[in-house]
């Protein structure tokens, strides 16, 4: 699009490079940018008629003084997509200047082209954008799913499709946008910004062996993300419609909020318990935990025996394992593990009660 403030950009800038005066019209003749600037709003006869002709045309002084707003020199046509959109025209002898016209009329297509294709990449990333906040906040008794199908299809996406999402927590959106493009070739992929600090990918999946597919994604966006600087991948589970694609992207989102501090890679799949958990009222989770751990949160050490209990049921209650995952003597693990027994009255040897421990541990966070 030949806008005033580019035609006045190229005009004014070329203008003091090449020494003669540059001019640039749209296509009713109206000057929008000029190296003299009290002729930009300004009528040039001339251009009118190259517009109407395609053709470039010269004008001697004599022949500039019968044209309204003219003056010797010459005048070009502008093309953008096959179409003329405007003139740009040299002051000067036509001998003179019409080489330094050429140069002047093949940059302003250039520029014009590349703000063009700018423009509707923004437009675009803009579509998708919104494209991915419907699906995210998508509520079928006020917008139906197919008018979201629609939405998609117009942007080149069949929401059909299987696909699972992810959600990139980053401080660096722009440029986590264009690692996490260069890294999805597929045209399938709805990649986009989801809020300040978040980008969403509806990645497609392939018909069969989706946790392979899954798995090979995340490593991708995963690989060029920067852990270093706080970059961490939520991960969804697959869906095939807008419901299951809003559910993936919560589900993505709220692994990130529940994995712990220093994950590169949150995945809904380990953390489904905590998940549910969240959903449990304040007051019957403080019953809960005030009736399983006991004295347990009030002491110093409530830190290290929590993260005993929940490692001991996650390594399956197995001694050995428990103790290499937490980095202890075996010894040091039976004396805690007897400790809890002696301050909750549990049995941990029996697997109900220590679920329940376990439970409670994941409910209660460490102060």
């Known amino acids: 699009m030949l806008t005033p403030s580019l035609a006045q950009e190229i005009a004014s800038e070329t203008s003091a490079i090449i020494g003669f005066n540059v001019m640039i019209t749209d296509r009713a003749g109206i000057v929008l940018g000029n190296g003299d600037p009290s002729r930009v709003g300004t009528f040039h006869e001339a251009s009118v008629e190259v517009v109407r002709t395609e053709r470039a045309a010269t004008h001697s002084g004599e022949q500039a003084r019968r044209l309204s707003g003219v003056r010797h020199g010459i005048t070009l046509p502008i093309r953008l997509d096959g179409a003329v959109v405007g003139t740009v025209g040299l002051t000067g002898a036509p001998s003179a200047v019409r080489r330094f016209g050429l140069v002047v009329r093949s940059q302003t297509e250039l520029l014009l082209r590349e703000s063009s294709l700018l423009t509707t990449r923004l437009v675009r990333e803009k579509a998708v954008t919104d494209l991915l ?75 069969t062996d989706e946790v392979t597919a899954v798995r090979a994604a995340v490593d991708r966006v995963a690989g060029v993300l920067q852990h270093g600087a706080g970059d961490t991948v939520g991960v969804g589970d697959p869906a095939g419609d807008v419901l299951g694609l809003r559910d993936s992207i919560a589900d993505a989102t709220s692994a990130l909020r529940l994995a712990a501090g220093g994950c590169a890679v949150a995945r809904i799949g380990d953390h489904r318990m905590h998940q549910l958990l969240a959903t449990v009222g304040v007051r019957a989770r403080r019953r809960f935990g005030d009736a399983v751990l006991g004295p347990l949160p009030q002491r110093p050490d409530w830190a290290e025996l929590r993260a005993t209990a929940l490692c001991w049921a996650e390594q399956g209650f197995h001694l050995v394992r428990a103790a290499e995952a937490l980095h202890v003597h075996r010894n040091t693990l039976v004396y805690r593990l007897a400790k809890i027994e002696r301050l909750t009255g549990s049995d941990l040897r029996d697997r109900k009660q220590a679920l329940a421990l376990y439970v409670a541990c994941l409910m209660e966070q460490p102060s």
Do not use: F, K
């Open 133 to 207: 906040r419907e699906i995210a906040h998508h509520d079928p008794e006020i917008v139906p799913a197919r008018q979201v199908e629609s939405a998609a299809h117009e942007l080149g996406h069949d929401l059909r499709l299987r696909r699972v999402a992810l959600v990139i927590e980053t401080s660096r959106v722009p440029a986590v946008l264009r690692a996490v493009r260069e890294a999805l070739h597929d045209p399938q992929d709805v990649v986009g910004a989801l809020g300040s600090s978040q980008v969403a990918v509806l990645h497609r999946l392939p018909r």
